[in-house]
Every structure is written in structure tokens, then in C-alpha cells.
């Protein structure tokens, strides 16, 4: 188990190692939601945090639309980070001009490489 890190020094490390578009302490004062605008941002933290173990308990990737018909894939991923249980979510969206997942899992591998 790590050492429990205060909020504001989990926070710091946190936007030095990524991007989030948004963190939410939770009322209990022991977990956060963290949200990434990209799955390979999600997956891009966790391999700099060193949190990206086979043990890492994670969603499986998954496709759906939100209320307004737009087509997206998501990730969320459970780990505990600093003393902290960590709630990271990411969600992208897949209309558009965008990679097909297969190059995207492809570049994300080679990015955390």
C-alpha cells in the first residue's frame, strides 16, 4: 500500500503527468473521478503513473451512443493511486474524422513504448 498523498500534492502530480478534463474529489475525501477526452490520455497516465499492471482493474473497451445519437468508445479504469481509489474515464467520440481503433490501439502502443 502507498502513502497517502493530500489532495492538493496528488493533484499537482496528477496534471504534471496528463491532461484530465476533469477531477471531482468525492465527499468521502478518499476517491476522485478523473475524466480524459481520449482513451490513449487514459491509458497514456496510467502507463506514466506506472499503474498500467496486468492486476489493473479496467473496463473492457466499449461502444455506444450518448442521448443525442452521438457514436462514441469509452474506457474506465479502477486503480489506487497515492492512497487514493482513483475513478479514470475516458470517452471519445467516433463520428468524424478520426483513426479506426485498430490504428489508435497501434499509435497509443507506441506512445506509452
Do not use: C
Not at 506514466?48 to 445519437?69: F, H, I, K
Not at 483513426?99 to 506509452?112: F, G, K, M, N, R
Amino acid at each position: 500500500m502507498s502513502i497517502r498523498k493530500n489532495r492538493r500534492a496528488l493533484m499537482a502530480e496528477l496534471l504534471l503527468l496528463a491532461n484530465p478534463t476533469a477531477i471531482t474529489v468525492h465527499s468521502d475525501g478518499t476517491s476522485m473521478a478523473v475524466d480524459f477526452d481520449s482513451i490513449a490520455e487514459l491509458r497514456s497516465w496510467l502507463h506514466l503513473a506506472g499503474l498500467d499492471s496486468p492486476d489493473l482493474l479496467t473496463s473492457p473497451e466499449r461502444q455506444s451512443t450518448n442521448a443525442d445519437g452521438r457514436p462514441f468508445r469509452a474506457v474506465s479504469a479502477y486503480p489506487t493511486w497515492h492512497g487514493w481509489e482513483i475513478f479514470a474515464h475516458a470517452r471519445e467520440y467516433t463520428d468524424g474524422d478520426t483513426l479506426d481503433p485498430s490504428t489508435t490501439d497501434q499509435l497509443t502502443a507506441l506512445a506509452v513504448a
